[in-house]
């Protein structure tokens, strides 16, 4: 399975900003999926992931209620909204998919991985 970030940007202190996952070369509704991000001089982490059909969610304590997760299956596609963003969002945004059907937020899960989107968030 083939997984394509984009979305990111620059963005001001505050602001909003929605990134997708296109997922290609296999049953998108197969896997879960998984965002992690890697800010400069820091390992991956974990931001969020859905399961198959949606009925799970999972996200980073530090994420939860600022960043919501989503995917339209029917458009094998993966969302991360992410709203009131601060500096230290700052990092390359990362989907993966994990054939297991499960949300993980270990990353040794997931099976495949897109090339990340940047979001640069402004002071």
């Known amino acids: 399975v083939q997984l394509q970030a984009s979305g990111g940007g620059l963005v001001q202190t505050g602001g909003s900003l929605r990134l997708s996952c296109a997922v290609s070369g296999n049953t998108f509704s197969n896997y879960a999926i998984g965002w992690f991000r890697q800010a400069p001089g820091k390992e991956r982490e974990f931001v969020a992931g859905?399961?198959?059909?949606?009925?799970?969610?999972n996200y980073s304590n530090s994420m939860k209620g600022r960043f919501t997760i989503s995917r339209d299956n029917a458009m094998n596609t993966a969302y991360l909204q992410m709203n009131s963003l601060k500096p230290e969002d700052t990092a390359v945004y990362y989907c993966?998919?994990?054939?297991?059907?499960?949300?993980?937020?270990?990353?040794?899960?997931?099976?495949?991985w897109g090339q990340g989107t940047l979001v640069t968030v402004s002071s």
């Open positions: 993966a998919a994990d054939r297991n059907g499960l949300p993980s937020g270990y990353s040794v899960s997931y099976d495949s």
């Open positions: 859905i399961s198959r059909t949606s009925r799970t969610t």
